[in-house]
């Protein structure tokens, strides 16, 4: 082997080390951003490869994966966002109008137990909340990013990325208690 | 829940994401101890972040990871292999070839350079050392930044596109002056100006004529990159927005010498 095979093959190896880990994450994101199996495959590829390529700009030591997911969004943004098909949103504000009587109207049983909604209905409520608030949650709670990452990632301000998490929870709290109740939940009595 | 005390907001999310310091914490706690609607609000938002973080992984990443494994190894290593010559003359042969890989480099090197820096500015490998969105601000640092060749900043803002800022760059062994905009659904469009020849430019371009301006269009690996010359300047813009949009932002902001 040649000393230039030598060195890409090392250099090949460390980035698998560091980089392969968080595929799964990096898929997540992928995935619930397209909602399209085969542009998320070629997203993550990408991303993969792009990053592959600039390796040498990344800092050992710091956060491999929100660097990954900075990448990702990057390409999504300039790349699938305009082509990809827009899934119907709904409206933020008005489920978060909802939110107290929601939370009012639901039993103790109901906000502890998670048992009354499943993942395909978290899905779909993710999937319906606009591009901006869904990116938040993706980046902090599916790529489990800090708000700091995600705000570089999503190139806004920290208080933004606190503010959409914040609306965008509600939001899904509110969709998620509808599609329960639509599936004949019914929240216990409570009792005075 | 008829509680008329101010309630907590935002900072019940803070806690559920361990972002407040031992002070907070403590008001915090004290507050949801005796209130039950901050209570509730506290367990319909920790539930919806369990559940979404407790969303399973989709399908088929094995194959994924299989399939990136492979793509890197189809990846070329950046050195250049040696051939298996002697020292002596791999050094005479490179002595010869200095001078023509000196040449060579400059006229097949800009178009690769430019979208590497695209590429390597999307990804943050590195970031702009003025961030304004002020044209004339930015021409005025490219100056004090000793940049020697006069710079035109565009003002794109009526076609969609903020200015975010720039840097003073190398592209392929030269000063560069690099700024970005960002466009309409979030696109990236980055531009470079430095001392150049549209005739430095490498075979295969698309030459298209406006306004007696000539233009030389690349498109590689989903990439648009259009040069065109303003006396000893060359300007590049490049982006993987649509190539015709880069072609007609172009044509717009392109001036005679």
Redesign the interface.
Known sequence: M????A??EE??RR??ETA?PF??AI??VA?RLTHD?EE??DL??ET???????FE??RAGTNCKA?LL??LY??F???Y??KRRQPRTISIEELERQ?PS???S?G?MD????RL?S?RE??EA?AALPEDFRSA?LL???G?LS?EEAA?AL?CPVGTV??R??RA??A??VS?QDYARRAGYRAPTRTP | ?NDVRNHL??EI??LL?G?LNAAELRRVELHLADCE?CR??R???G????????????A??DV??R???E???G?P??????RRFGVAALLAAAAILAVVLLLASRRKDLPAAAASDF??Y?????SLELATGHPELLEGYFSQRGVKFPTRVFDLSMMGYRLIGGRVHRLAGRTSALFVY?GP????LLCEMFEGLASELPAGAERRVHNGIPFFLYRRS?RTEVFWPEGRILCVLV????AEEVVQLAFAKAVKP
Not at chain 2, 77 to 82: A, D, G, N, S, V
């Open positions: 040649t000393a230039p095979d060195q890409a250099k090949r980035f698998e392969l595929l799964r898929h997540g995935w199996a998320a495959r993550v590829q993969y490869l792009r990053a592959y390529r600039t700009g990344f660097w900075t990448i990057s390409i943004v300039n790349r966002r305009k939110f929601q939370v009012e639901a103790p906000r502890l137990s998670d909604w993942d978290v899905e993710l949650v902090v709670d599916v489990e708000y570089a190139a606190r503010s998490l914040f929870r509600k899904l709290f998620l | 829940m907001d935002v999310q803070d994401d972002r609607r509730a609000v367990d319909a938002l539930r919806v972040r369990r559940s979404v973080r407790g969303l399973p992984p989709a088929g990443l994924l990871k399939e990136i494994v793509r890197l190894e990846e290593p950046r050195i250049r292999r040696l590429d390597q999307t990804s943050r490998a590195f960002r659904n979030d696109r990236t989903g982006s993987d927005m649509n």
